[in-house]
């Protein structure tokens, strides 16, 4: 008998694996160890091969501020990222270890996360981790080539042994570009950001003063009787953003068409695609100046009039975007409600912070 | 005795196989395709310039509408199976003539084959979908966006493009039209024998005349020189193009 033992044992196991093993959509699993958003935020998508761990954001928070990824060994992700700014960087263009400058202004990464196809101005990149892969060796950014980043991270007395602990691997020389991009990536998606005062007004447990709730109004199109900015079109709630490639006018249309730039037409090649970018999220948009894909608005209110003027004219230029009239106390109220996205929790959270 | 033990994971493996084997008999993908015209000229974004009435030419940016509820028809007239709670349409990727004749599909999995009389659809989000919101669903759910505030409600359908209304070639008119609300949801039925195999591509094809959305058999149509916002769901003429929509939309033969 006890030569069947192990094939009895090994068919329960078999039959109790079938039985316990989840049978549901294998591409993502549930959020389990991120910050939350408000009931209001639609679920986060995580790659099923980069569950969320909390010693890989920890690790991912570590490398995320570390220089050790740069060629000169004086830029950090953080460097154009910074968690004041609700990791924006202030500039209109950001200058990598190379010494080059950025083709675009860099995102704040105010709930990257859910951005739920693909990242940058021109959607080039279809993850979080495919991101960290691609900004290692980009001349812009770290300026530097894997090889050498792996080997300075295997030979780190902190870094490597803890790769290599955490994605059990025999020793360092199994280390992998990914298994650095996948834990940063983790410190990525845990930069949630859910509780301005537009939430907590939203949530009933805040007020919002009389312009505030005047240039709300003006944003979402609510009263009749008030101008209506078009805002709500691409920057819906929740994320104030939907995520879409759009042209919103910022472009002449001479830079329209010869501008060596042509954003999403990039990656698609279809022609009404030249001069769209990613619609930016709005949350904590009172930190991230300068604006638009190319920094080339340095204030809120720049921005504002921007719209109020209807952008410039091109064939694919949104047609949310029109002259809207905006008195001056239009234009003052939209940006106090727009001060109302900042979460003060967000960039003041000890977990986002250098450790 | 103990022995018997030693055949039950393979019984139950060949009677999940078994099984796995039935429901791939029993059960079926089936593609919906839509496509998009605006009266007789495939519909193309920003490429191509429209006639429309009152000496009108229409340029598209935008054509959405979400689909939900649908079901198949059984022989005997009543509903048979769900096959869909929801999706999404949209022709805004559409730039070629090539991309208009493709169209959008909406893959649907696991549809019990056999023969059926019809199909229904409903046009916009059916009422008890169009309580939850977008925290309600994942980011690559359907329903994750598209959400207005205002009004409780999904976006049921959006129409963008610019609008030529004094012949000046400036396609002066910025023309948005977003439909939404309970009142503005429309569920059509086709009548037309659908038979669904296993181990076989199904595919259903419908077509949407876009100008019929806007204009209708009487000849009244929304006129651009006068109005080129529909932000709503009480307006009447969000009534109109919903109500139009039941006519625009058709089954490929």
């Not at chain 1, 010693?55 to 953080?78: H, Q, W």
């Not at chain 1, 809207?324 to 003052?332: I, Q, V, Y």
């Not at chain 2, 259903?204 to 006129?223: A, E, P």
């Amino acid at each position: 008998m006890m030569r069947y033992g192990r094939w009895i044992g090994m068919g329960l196991l078999l039959l109790v694996l079938v039985l316990v093993l989840p049978w549901g959509d294998p591409a993502v699993v549930p959020v389990t160890a991120l910050p939350e958003g408000p009931t209001s935020f639609p679920g986060m998508l995580v790659p099923a091969h980069n569950q969320t761990h909390p010693e890989a954001i920890a690790l991912g928070r570590k490398l995320f501020f570390d220089t050790i990824l740069s060629n000169d060994g004086k830029v950090s992700c953080s460097t154009c990222h910074d968690p004041g700014r609700a990791f924006s960087d202030g500039l209109p263009h950001s200058t990598g270890a190379g010494g080059l400058e950025t083709r675009r202004h860099a995102p704040a990464l105010v709930n990257v996360g859910y951005v739920p196809g693909e990242l940058f101005w021109d959607g080039s990149v279809g993850s979080l981790e495919e991101q960290v892969v691609r900004s290692i060796e980009d001349p812009t950014e770290m300026a530097s080539d894997w090889t050498t980043v792996i080997r300075k991270l295997r030979e780190h007395p902190e870094y490597g042994p803890a790769l290599v602990n955490l994605f059990a691997l025999r020793d360092g020389s199994h280390l992998r570009p990914m298994h650095v991009a996948q834990v940063i990536a983790q410190f990525e998606r845990s930069l949630v950001s859910g509780h301005s005062r537009y939430d907590q007004y939203r949530a009933g447990i805040a007020a919002l003063n009389e312009a505030e709730l005047r240039g709300l109004a003006i944003f979402f199109d609510f009263e009749d009787e008030l101008p209506d900015a078009e805002c709500n079109h691409c920057h819906t709630d929740p994320f104030f953003t939907d995520f879409q490639f759009v042209n919103n006018g910022i472009q002449s249309p001479d830079q329209w068409k010869n501008n060596p730039d042509g954003g999403r037409v990039e990656v698609t090649g279809k022609p009404f695609d030249r001069g769209k970018f990613r619609v930016p999220t709005l949350r904590n948009v009172a930190l991230t100046a300068p604006y638009m894909h190319d920094g080339s608005k340095a204030t809120l209110m720049e921005v504002i009039e921007h719209y109020n003027s209807g952008g410039h004219p091109a064939i694919n230029s949104s047609v949310n975007v029109r002259p809207l009239g905006l008195t001056e106390r239009d234009k003052s109220d939209l940006l106090a409600f727009l001060h109302t996205l900042t979460d003060s929790t967000f960039i003041h959270n000890p977990d986002f912070q250098r450790p | 005795m103990k022995k018997i033990f030693l055949f039950l994971p393979l019984l139950w493996i060949l009677a999940f196989s078994a099984c796995q084997q039935d429901k791939e008999a029993s059960l079926t993908d089936l593609t919906l395709n839509f496509t998009a015209d605006f009266a007789e000229d495939p519909l193309v974004m920003y490429g191509r310039t429209y006639a429309y009435p009152n000496s009108t030419d229409f340029r598209l940016q935008l054509f959405q509408f979400y689909i939900s509820d649908v079901y198949l028809i059984k022989s005997d007239g009543t509903a048979g199976p769900k096959v869909l709670d929801v999706a999404l349409v949209s022709f805004g990727g559409v730039q070629s003539e090539s991309e208009a004749a493709q169209g959008v599909s909406v893959v649907l999995k696991d549809v019990p084959v056999g023969q059926y009389s019809g199909i229904r659809l409903g046009l916009g989000v059916d009422p008890v979908l169009n309580k939850t919101q977008p925290g309600d669903y994942r980011v690559d759910h359907p329903l994750s966006t598209n959400y207005w505030l205002m009004s409780n409600s999904y976006v049921f359908s959006k129409i963008e493009g610019n609008a030529d209304t004094d012949g000046s070639g400036n396609f002066n008119a910025e023309v948005t039209l977003h439909v939404g609300g309970d009142n503005n949801y429309r569920e059509k039925t086709f009548p037309q024998p659908i038979e669904l195999r296993a181990g076989q591509p199904n595919s259903l094809g419908f077509s949407v005349d876009l100008r019929r959305m806007l204009v209708d058999d009487t000849g009244k149509f929304l006129n651009f020189a006068m109005m080129t916002q529909i932000h709503s769901d009480q307006s009447p003429w969000a009534v109109f193009i919903s109500d139009n929509f039941m006519e625009a939309i058709s089954m490929r033969k």
